[in-house]
């Protein structure tokens, strides 16, 4: 708790020093928009993990923090350029990953820090209605390192009543693998898997997203989604186990293809009830190559208690059909010889929901006496899956202006 006070006490001597700086100057310098931080706390249960064949804890907590800082300027047509600088930790401890290796409680099994710093460029021409950035990202772990790459486009069109986007992104992964530890050395039986312990293996994505947002009138908007996807490389969990019902007690790694198509379609409306209240609805289709299908449909209805003073109750239900490769503990043969198999309760037949509320306090003059903290967050969810998982999250959000 120490450290979140410090935090947010240098962000504010550095608002002060910088909005001191930044009234100075005209308007065409550059200058700090805003800084956000983000902090969060993610707690699960259940009795599924893949780490030991679909069985045992799947006991889970993360707790992540972000900021990011957003600077922009005005050239001397007025045209609007924008950078943006985030950065990412998060420290979490893993039960399940712990049994990779049951023998140790290494950082490598029992838990780990993820570092995520990004960056991200923004042109807008104000008199044309269009723009273009992009951005890099790196995503660093004990067993996984990961570079990204992003382009994005988007025009205004129809006095700015509609608005169409697109997005091209890529990232390149690299696992370090691990094996469970009963799987380790030469001569194992691991039923041909391709990998050996500390090999590097290669995880790449590549995304296209496609939106079109349309107001049709002073109450309704609706945007049309489609993020197109391809996997490519490790796409399984080397340390995830597998059992087979005629053999025994032996364990294999996880198996799954190489390659993944992914094709979600969404459908997001937001009607404007009255002053005080908002009803936003959102829908996707989702199917991949896996022949893995789902459906998502969430609602969120933002209430005004003030101007400046709202809460948000949202539900979302998940469904989803659990691909081929899926059977739980104990039920695959490898008399059958399968190609593929895991028994990753992610990968199976199961519905979940989600349930919380989002708290959202804004001010220009300040908050809690603090002149540039500009808007307050805090928001609750409830994750239940009907396969026993179970979790809580908890987040904070500070914008200072």
């Given amino acids: 708790m120490k450290k979140i006070v410090y935090t947010v006490a240098s962000f504010m001597f550095f608002m002060n020093v910088a909005k001191a700086q930044t009234d100075s100057v005209s308007h065409r310098k550059l200058k700090i928009d805003e800084v956000n931080f983000v902090t969060s706390y993610y707690h699960q249960s259940g009795d599924h993990s893949a780490v030991t064949g679909g069985v045992g804890s799947e006991n889970l907590n993360d707790f992540g923090n972000s900021i990011d800082l957003q600077l922009s300027r005005f050239d001397k047509k007025l045209n609007k350029h924008t950078w943006n600088f985030e950065l990412g930790v998060d420290v979490y401890s893993s039960a399940s990953s712990d049994k990779i290796d049951p023998s140790t409680v290494s950082s490598a099994s029992s838990g780990d820090v993820r570092f995520s710093p990004a960056a991200s460029y923004l042109f807008e021409n104000t008199k044309k209605k269009y723009s273009w950035g992009g951005g890099l990202s790196f995503s660093q772990e004990y067993d996984y390192t990961s570079f990204g790459g992003n382009m994005a486009y988007s025009k205004s069109l129809n006095g700015g009543n509609t608005e169409l986007s697109a997005k091209a992104s890529v990232f390149l992964d690299t696992w370090k693998v691990l094996l469970p530890v009963e799987l380790r050395g030469d001569n194992i039986d691991n039923n041909n898997f391709k990998y050996k312990q500390g090999d590097s293996a290669p995880r790449n994505s590549y995304n296209l997203g496609l939106g079109i947002a349309q107001v049709v009138n002073k109450e309704l908007q609706v945007s049309l989604l489609a993020d197109i996807g391809y996997q490519t490389g490790l796409l399984g969990t080397a340390y995830q186990r597998v059992y087979f019902s005629d053999k025994g007690t032996q364990s294999f790694s996880e198996k799954l293809p190489d390659h993944r198509f992914k094709l979600p ?42 101007p400046f003073v709202s809460i948000a109750p949202y539900y979302r239900f998940y469904t989803q059909n659990g691909v081929d490769y899926f059977k739980p503990y104990g ?26 509320v989002n708290f959202r306090w804004m001010s220009a003059k300040g908050i809690l006496g603090i002149k540039p903290l500009n808007v307050l967050e805090l928001r609750y969810g409830y994750y239940s899956r009907n396969d026993g998982l179970k979790s809580h999250l908890v987040t904070m959000a500070l914008k200072f202006k």
């Fill in 265 to 306: 379609i969404g459908l997001r409306a937001n009607y404007f009830l009255s002053d005080r209240i908002i009803l936003r609805s959102f829908y996707r289709f989702y199917t991949d190559s896996w022949n893995l299908t789902a459906h998502t449909a969430e609602l969120e209805v933002p209430y005004k208690i003030t």
């Fill in 331 to 356: 039920e695959h043969c490898m008399a059958d010889n399968p190609e593929f198999y895991t028994s990753d309760y992610d990968l199976s037949k199961f519905n979940s929901s989600l349930l919380g």
